[in-house]
């Protein structure tokens, strides 16, 4: 159902494959997220006037003060997440689709919370035009993750909290993961494991990443 949604040319082909071996020059070595990132037809998420940019290496406008996050940071936080094997995924800030996408290639279960409903809205109808059944999506306030869905084997943010939310490690099962950006300003990418009351954090990489907001939008 993929390519006969998608209407690739052989040219954007091309120019997706060579994103691609950009993210493995870049460091990107787990083989699954590649095919994923290779599999989903990035351009379906932007706006048709931003579709012939959807393959460069950058992050894109998807409308609210949102962004469509750069591929290599999206490949970064999937590969992080997938070290530790999750089934059962919890996706913090749904924006475009695209990250829920690549994951629902990857893990069982992708459960998908956004605070504006009409960027969930859309992201709904691209995740139903591409065929996956696997995804869940809710309209709610992020910080509070989806705790009747808990716990999670990983837990991936989408937008920088100055720190990880209480309720959102209670929601993450012994031995899950959280990806994560931190902090104002400076912002720092994270992998926080849950061994049994503690959590063992390692940086990743300096990022930069909107803020993690309350609240909903109608």
């Not at 996050?69 to 992080?80: D, G, L, N």
């Not at 992020?142 to 716990?151: A, F, R, T």
């Amino acid at each position: 159902m993929v390519a006969a949604i998608d209407g690739i040319g052989m040219t954007s082909r091309r120019t997706r494959m060579r994103l691609i071996q950009r993210l493995r020059e870049a460091g990107i070595a787990d083989e699954q997220v590649l095919t994923a990132m290779a599999d989903v037809p990035r351009h379906i998420f932007l706006d048709e006037a931003l579709s012939h940019r959807a393959y460069e290496d950058t992050a894109l406008p998807i409308g609210y003060s949102q962004t469509l996050s750069q591929p290599y940071i999206v490949a970064r936080m999937t590969e992080s997440l997938m070290r530790h094997k999750p089934r059962k995924v919890l996706e913090l800030g749904t924006g475009s689709g695209y990250q829920t996408a690549i994951l629902a290639r990857l893990v069982d279960q992708v459960f998908s919370v956004e605070r504006i409903k009409p960027l969930q809205d859309r992201a709904r109808d691209r995740l139903r035009q591409l065929g996956y059944r696997n995804t869940m999506l809710k309209h709610a306030d992020g910080g509070m993750g989806w705790p009747e869905q808990g716990p999670f084997d990983g837990i991936i943010v989408t937008a920088a909290p100055r720190e990880i939310p209480p309720e959102l490690k209670d929601q993450l099962a012994d031995g899950g993961v959280i990806v994560a950006p931190i902090g104002e300003g400076t912002q720092m990418l994270v992998e926080m494991v849950r061994q049994g009351d503690r959590f063992e954090t390692r940086d990743i990489e300096p990022v930069r990443f909107v803020p993690l907001l309350g609240g909903v939008v109608r």
